[in-house]
């Protein structure tokens, strides 16, 4: 599936076309194509293409006749609605700039991206405008638009009635060079940094994704991130491309109405990142429940456990597994295996435009199959670079194009690109390298394991100590004898190096941020308040 050469793995897909035209222009051929079609399902109302096309061009009048002009920056705060989206695409297309976090921000947060970013305008919903009103004296947005009737601020369903403005006269000299989004990372590592992408990223990443041909003819599609992310935006507009109806629903109202939601509208394709998929199904094994209509889970973001996969096979009618690799910086996917595979065994092949290295840390030396490095990326949709850090987007994007992601792995001799450890998370122990994510998969087999997170503990002897973080699956069963059963199960199934002589630490949860990654960081610091070392 893949075609390895001179130390670098290429896609054994054919190169992708990337027509440079305007992020509309591309996009209003498929809205046309499936005009007939219902578009987006939110509750009991519904969104066929050929209303969907006419309202984005009615949002755009709406958005200019107050004020917006082309290049204007907007905070988005808004959950999973219809008009949210017709909001934030009618904006994309007509050239002003939506602004994307990861989730809902703090008060810090907000000032500092309406500040590095320059918005002067803010998309909000109900749930999320009391925080925005809050900081209105220091953000001091020039307007504040609402997906619904709110005395004081302007209702963007208020556009309905309004003409729609030629959008495809709109042009861009170079679509690579036209800012369409800027998307902030999680700034786990401190402030946020800003993610810039073009109107042709965007189109890039569609024609990837397309190429890879993973979907059915009238999916009904469920996506459980929120409009905060720039991912959820990508996902929906990947399935306005091959004619799905999306089903809006709003991820923090918990499992319970997502799988009523599922069976109601008979989703056939459900999409999120590794935690909430994971969630989703053991909540619905625990209630007794299938959600059969359901045959392709696509999962980008985090690891899948193979534990999680024969779950998904109990609740789903399992036929395709999209576990993908991406990057906000690459802004589109990256690697993933054939649907059809069903397999978590390794990251996946390059998809269709990508290739991919994987280089000594210390030399930047290309590495043959077989040896470990940092993975980067070459990648169409690859971001413009990092809003006002010049050095920072130095640092991760060299002069050849290549992105460095700053994710430890190796390819082996097919191709297959496996995945280690962030390089900032990597254990070494008695001199070996401890792969985290495989001593997570060795403990989350056990029945008693419900969550499980592996960190080192400095340790003078042997560099670093492995130790587990574990949630149980009954709170109450977190006791000695089950530390000692892990830890015996571990050495049982590991070499000696892997074997977690940092002990076991039992916890209610994992620290995790919006996306729902593990934030390792913050277990470390509980670990480094530990003396629980035994070699």
């Known amino acids: 599936m893949a075609v390895v050469k001179d130390r670098i793995v290429y896609s054994s897909y054919p190169d992708v076309h990337v027509p440079e035209c305007t992020l509309y222009n591309f996009m209003v051929q498929f809205l046309k194509k499936y005009a007939d079609r219902t578009a987006f399902i939110d509750g009991a109302d519904t969104t066929s293409y050929a209303q969907l096309l006419s309202r984005l061009r009615q949002y755009a009048t709406g958005f200019h006749k107050n004020g917006v002009r082309r290049g204007d920056r907007f905070i988005v705060a808004v959950d999973n609605s219809t008009d949210a989206l017709i909001s934030i695409l009618a904006l994309m297309f007509s050239g002003c700039v939506p602004c994307f976090s990861s989730g809902p921000r703090t008060t810090r947060e907000l000032a500092y991206q309406v500040k590095d970013a320059g918005a002067s305008f803010c998309l909000a919903d109900i749930d999320n405008l009391a925080s925005i009103i809050d900081e209105q004296p220091q953000c001091r947005f020039k307007k504040i638009f609402v997906t619904k009737e709110t005395p004081g601020f302007v209702a963007v369903t208020s556009f309905r009635k309004l003409p729609e403005m030629a959008l495809e006269d709109l042009r861009e000299p170079d679509t690579k060079k036209a800012l369409c989004a800027i998307a902030y990372t999680s700034g786990t590592t401190g402030d946020a940094k800003g993610v810039m992408v073009s109107q042709y990223s965007f189109v890039a990443a569609i024609e990837s994704m397309k190429a890879m041909n993973c979907a059915e003819d009238k999916e009904v599609v469920i996506i459980l991130w929120s409009l905060f992310s720039i991912s959820a935006v990508r996902l929906f507009m990947d399935g306005l491309c091959i004619g799905a109806a999306s089903v809006m629903v709003k991820p923090k109202l918990g499992t319970a109405k997502i799988m009523e939601a599922i069976n109601k509208h008979k989703v056939t394709v459900v999409c999120a990142s590794a935690a909430p998929m994971q969630r989703l199904v053991r909540d619905a094994l625990n209630a007794g429940e299938t959600l059969r209509s359901v045959t392709f889970a696509c999962s980008i973001g985090g690891t899948l456990l193979e534990s999680s996969v024969e779950q998904m096979r109990r609740v789903f009618d399992l036929r395709r597994l999209g576990h993908s690799y991406g990057l906000t910086e690459a802004a589109g996917v990256v690697l993933a295996p054939p649907v059809h595979d069903v397999t ?28 470990s490095g940092e993975i980067c990326v070459k990648i169409p ?51 070996y390298h401890v792969p985290t994510g495989e001593l997570e998969q060795v403990i989350s087999s056990m029945a008693e394991v419900s969550e499980v997170a592996v960190v080192g503990v400095p340790c003078p002897q042997n560099q670093d100590a492995p130790l587990a973080f574990v949630v149980p699956q009954a709170p109450a069963t977190g006791s000695a004898a089950l530390a000692e059963k892990i830890k015996n199960h571990v050495a049982a199934r590991t070499p000696s190096h892997m074997n977690l002589y940092g002990g076991v630490v039992f916890t209610d949860s994992l620290p995790r941020n919006e996306m729902g990654k593990v934030l390792k960081r913050e277990l470390r610091k509980i670990a480094a308040a530990k003396d629980t070392v035994k070699l």
């Open 381 to 431: 949709s690859v971001m413009m670079g990092y809003l006002n850090k010049p050095d920072a987007t130095k640092q991760v994007l060299d002069p050849e194009g290549w992105l460095l992601s700053g994710d430890c792995g190796y390819y082996d001799e097919e191709g297959r690109v496996h995945y280690i450890d962030r390089l900032k998370d990597t254990i070494k122990c008695r001199g």
């Open 344 to 371: 978590v065994a390794f990251l996946g092949y390059p998809c269709p435009g990508v290739r991919i290295k994987v280089v000594d840390v210390d030399t930047r030396e290309a590495l043959p199959a077989g040896k």
